[in-house]
């Protein structure tokens, strides 16, 4: 199937890539087995290490550590930026703030545990982006992944805001934005809501508009905008909230986000990879970190 689907033999890349995923499903006697027993790519524990799928900001480890390996050996996406990293910085910041006499360790469970909920939050959110990233790694040489995006769409004096992470491969061009609330979250009217959520929190609407600004400076569509949650945060593990600013956006469950970027959305979203280069040169263009 490889051979057949490669886009060198006329095949097509999006089917290549559903290919090379069903591989990582089933293509070696454990991973078969384990598929087997019902556990899925992403929440199995295999090749390089325990997955962290389904693990809550309350189970998580706080400190920044090195990822388990979840290539196998595919060769690696090209990645850019640091994912979790200004979230990490800013938690640091508050945490300054809230204790400036703290000494040690700032991930230590007991501070993390004592810290203000709005503090707490900035260190979910970075070990969100941070699992995002992990499964993102996944992919394989045909992707290109950027985090931590700088996006000018915040009010005059005020700090750049951030897009979590954009992945562009043969299947579509991608904006991500990772969260954990600590609860479920639900639809209501094209947005999300539960009770982690503020009152005021829209996270699609500000999806939205941060990678409407990136389409704009870069010059590129997006195919889809996803919410990335924790697994079991959301009734399904992809879920469509409609079309935002004329581009599809989903729910995605964490485990779910690597064959979600192979698969696209079903469609051949691009007329080839002379097409997808053009697009990557683009966004390398107008792309800047935080």
Known sequence: ?????????????????????????????????????GLSFGGQAGRGGTSTAGASTANASWAPTAQANVRGTRPAPREYGIAGGAQ?????????????????DPYGPVLVRSAPAQVRRLLAK????????????????GFTIWHSIATTTAAP??????????????????????????APVRTRKGELIG??????????????????????????????????????????????LGVMRGVPALVVQRSRVPDMMRRGLGTAPFRGGAEVF?????LMAGIRFL
Request: glycine share 8%; net charge negative.
């Open 195 to 240: 009770s982690g959520l503020a009152a005021d929190e829209r996270p699609v609407n500000a999806l939205s508009i941060r990678a409407k600004y990136i389409a704009r400076i870069s010059r590129v569509p997006f195919t889809a905008i996803l919410i990335v949650v924790p697994d079991g945060a959301s009734d399904e593990s992809v879920m469509s």
């Open 88 to 104: 990490r910085d800013e938690y640091l910041a508050a945490l300054t703030e809230w204790n400036p006499g703290f000494t040690g």
């Open 157 to 182: 004096g005020e700090p750049d805001e951030k897009l979590d992470h954009v992945v562009l491969g043969a299947s579509g061009l991608f904006a991500l934005s990772s969260h954990d609330w600590g």
């Open 278 to 282: 053009d697009i990557r040169t683009r």
């Open 126 to 141: 970075a070990v969100a982006e941070e699992i995002t990233a992990h499964y993102l790694s996944s992919l394989g040489i």
């Open 1 to 37: 199937m490889l051979r057949e689907t490669h886009p060198d033999t006329g095949g097509v890349a999006v089917h290549f890539h559903a290919v090379q995923a069903a591989w990582d499903l089933i293509g070696t006697p454990e991973t078969r087995a384990a598929y087997d027993r």
